[in-house]
């Protein structure tokens, strides 16, 4: 009888501790946006609220509660529920699939707690946990908030303490609702040199779905970003837009689901394809990061919190200056020696940037690299080009004046090379099938621990051996084919996940060995283009695609997402047809650094070159770390026109580029923004050739805000492949 009385005693306080729960919403906040979870009297937890924040908790109780109740109220049969299970009452898109022990496929969680953890006063995370209440499985939601940036990452822990493992076929790392008359995607996709193209589409009732199945790197078709217009198209400084992202060096998907009440629920995470995964008892599943802001001003001010997060928080020394380079690889492909590196780096150092980097080709011994189809994976310096080694190399960088930066690609082997002549089971391929080589190489198993040992020690000796070695570009060409781990045997499935897992692993285990190294990440062009992969480098590669006019467009894709620090951009001989000043300027909008043989151009395109790298490193406060505003789009126009303005709104550079105008066409003022309306401005043009003098007309002239944001700058021409770069000085 007392044992029945406690159970009854149990079950009433649990039941009150759900109903001050619900009475007590969830509030997960930024100082601009709100995300409001109530727990409903059934134990579950839905999302009440996504929107603009609320300046009265008193009215929280007055949110709808979205709580799928039954037959008998199918009009507000909703079901938002934050981490729905499959195979129970909601027949849409679950966040999560699993079977138990006993071949049982669903799981509805339930609400335990809620926990806050102030981590200073930016920074506050949010911990839900649920669990079961019938088989022992728990998830643990977390949400972390960055208040100024108004910014939210999400991911979600899942455990279980069945006897035997269970099979987890879905996990995602958030699920978001929202309901709006109309819905309208922005996407991205592309291919190698053709990077981060935008296209747009209203979304009906049904499914559209996101993903990538390349294992090894996050982008090539599809890009692991979106924006979400509520109510209308995309649009630069205004409407509700939300875009997101999703931190993971691998197969993502993103799901937009329209229901029959014209709702929509968005959910981010790794992509499930082939991928059902067997957790032990007690092992924690963790999943990517999923990360997204709310704007009510367009995608513009969306882009901009994107920027002040990751230099504050996400990207590795996102606070910190970034070098100008000197590439070789334009110049020289694979045909170096000691004699020509030397001579680059005293180029580097006349050309005024801050490091000499080498690229492919140094390597391999019995397999020298001299073209892509050998050597990779035998990272020892090929004797025949360089006998004194990469000391010799560093040593005459220093003598030369500059520092000295290296490429590899330790996460990949040719099959001509010693160590897969040695190790072949470290090769991700299928034993008994034709292997297929994806540009003459293979992916390296890093689910093999042995590997993951294998590949950072490939970095750890070389900077060992190199302590002065200032950054490292690190490439990653293939995608996986030939899905096979030799390593996982009967657990193939789980190839995609830990294979990914051992990447991070190692970017992760270099950054915290070498904190002060500066590191490109680069596949392919831009294919690695993800924020978790960011956490341990410094900036990436948008494309190889170097021509300066597809570059505009490319560099407007990559900027809705990336601050400008991050977003490196090169001066080469890519359709040589436009002006040095063309290139220049258009590199100059992002990380700009050099890759072209300095020995081709004219002593005035030199001496261009040397101001324009003493004006990038004059600037770079501005360039860097300031607001950055897209003016006038290449989609929509024969030009296009960017700027960035510093945080004290005392500095700013316009960007205005003619692409292919058309004869005597109409000229438009373009519209300056982010500038203070009660400061004067000075403009004055820079970039310009030796000897020749500004043809705009305002030039020298001093405005107020006020009126260059609204009355603008008449700075397009129509003449093709024409460029402007206007230096704006508060002047009062």
């Known amino acids: 009888m007392k044992k029945t009385n406690f159970i009854v005693f149990l079950f009433l306080l649990c039941m009150a501790q759900m109903r001050a729960a619900e009475q007590r919403p969830i509030r997960i906040s930024t100082a601009e946006t709100d995300l409001i979870l109530r727990v409903a009297p059934n134990g579950r937890v839905y999302q009440s609220y996504l929107g603009s924040r609320l300046l009265n908790e008193s009215e929280f109780a007055n949110l709808p509660l979205y709580v799928r109740s039954g037959s008998d109220d199918a009009v ?8 729905p299970c499959s195979g129970a009452e909601d027949y849409y898109e679950p966040a999560f699939g699993i079977q138990h022990n006993d071949g049982n496929m669903t799981s509805i969680f339930r609400f335990v707690s809620s926990e806050v ?22 998830v643990k939601m977390h949400y972390l908030t960055y208040a100024k940036e108004n910014i939210i990452k999400t991911w979600t822990e899942i455990s279980h303490s069945e006897k035997k493992p269970v099979s987890i076929f879905l996990y995602a790392s958030n699920m978001l609702y929202f309901e709006s008359p109309k819905y309208y995607l922005t996407e991205f996709c592309g291919d190698w040199a053709k990077e981060m193209g935008m296209t747009s589409q209203e979304l009906k009732f049904g499914k559209k779905i996101i993903d990538t199945k390349l294992g090894s790197r996050a982008a090539m078709q599809s890009y692991p970003f979106f924006q979400l217009g509520l109510g209308d198209v995309v649009r630069e400084n205004e409407g509700d837009v939300l875009m997101g992202t999703i931190g993971w060096t691998g197969n993502f998907r993103f799901t937009f689901e329209v229901d029959n009440m014209n709702n929509i629920r968005i959910i981010s995470g790794i992509n499930p394809y082939a991928s059902n995964y067997e957790l032990k008892p007690n092992e924690v599943f963790v999943t990517p990061e999923f990360i997204f802001t709310l704007s009510n001003q367009g995608a513009g001010k969306a882009s901009r919190s994107f920027h002040d997060w990751a230099r504050n928080y996400q990207v590795k020394r996102g606070k910190d200056d970034r070098l100008t380079l000197l590439n070789n690889w334009e110049s020289t492909g694979f045909n170096f020696d000691e004699k020509k590196l030397e001579e680059i780096m005293v180029e580097a150092k006349d050309l005024g940037v801050d490091l ?3 690229d492919d080709g140094w390597f391999g011994n019995k397999y020298p690299r001299v073209n892509d189809r050998a050597g990779l994976g035998d990272w020892e310096v090929m004797k025949s080009k360089l006998p004194n080694g990469i000391p010799n190399l560093v040593k005459a960088a220093k003598d030369a004046g500059v520092k000295f930066g290296i490429w590899v690609e330790p996460e990949m082997v040719n099959p001509k090379s010693e160590l897969f002549d040695k190790h072949p089971d470290w090769a991700i391929r299928q034993p008994n099938r034709e292997t297929y080589y994806y540009r003459n190489q293979l992916v390296l198993d890093l689910s093999n621990p042995e590997v993951e040992d294998y590949v950072f020690g490939v970095v750890d000796k070389l900077m060992t051996e190199n302590p002065e070695i200032a950054f490292l570009k690190w490439d990653c060409n293939s995608p996986i084919t030939n899905i096979y781990s030799p390593y996982l045997k009967g657990k193939q499935n789980q190839l995609y996940v830990d294979h990914v897992r051992g990447v991070m692993n190692v970017f992760k285990r270099v950054a915290e060995k070498y904190p002060d190294l500066y590191m490109m990440i680069c596949s392919g062009g831009g294919a690695r283009c993800d924020y978790g992969a960011l956490k341990y480098f410094t900036e990436l590669w948008c494309s190889d695609d170097t021509d300066p006019f597809e570059r505009l467009y490319i560099q407007w894709g990559f900027s809705q997402f990336f601050p400008s620090k991050v977003m490196c951009a090169h001066v080469t001989s890519w359709n040589w047809k436009t002006s040095v000043k063309f290139r220049t300027d258009v590199a100059m909008m992002c990380k700009m650094g050099f890759d072209l043989g300095l020995k ?4 005035d395109e030199l001496t261009f070159c040397q101001q324009a790298v003493k004006n990038f490193n004059r600037l770079k406060p501005v360039i860097l770390e300031g607001d950055f505003y897209r003016l006038v789009s290449p989609y929509e126009s024969n030009h296009t026109a960017v700027m960035h303005v510093s945080k004290d709104k005392n500095a700013a550079l316009l960007y205005a580029y003619d692409l292919h105008p058309r004869y005597a066409e109409k000229l438009y003022p373009v519209k300056l923004q982010g500038l203070d309306p009660e400061k004067n401005y000075k403009l004055e043009e820079i970039n310009l050739m030796p000897g020749a003098k500004s043809t705009l007309a305002d030039n020298g002239k001093v405005f107020s805000g006020d009126y260059l944001m609204k009355v603008g700058l ?15 000085k508060c002047c009062d």
Do not use: C
């Open 76 to 83: 507000s049969t909703r079901g938002w529920e934050i981490y």
């Open 117 to 138: 953890k102030k981590q200073d006063d930016n920074v506050t995370e949010t911990i839900i946990t649920m669990k079961d209440d019938v088989y022992p499985v728990s």
């Open 356 to 358: 000499f980097l080498l």
């Open 600 to 603: 081709e151009l004219k002593p």
């Open 714 to 728: 008449r700075v397009f021409t129509i003449a093709e492949a024409n460029s402007h770069v206007v230096e704006i």
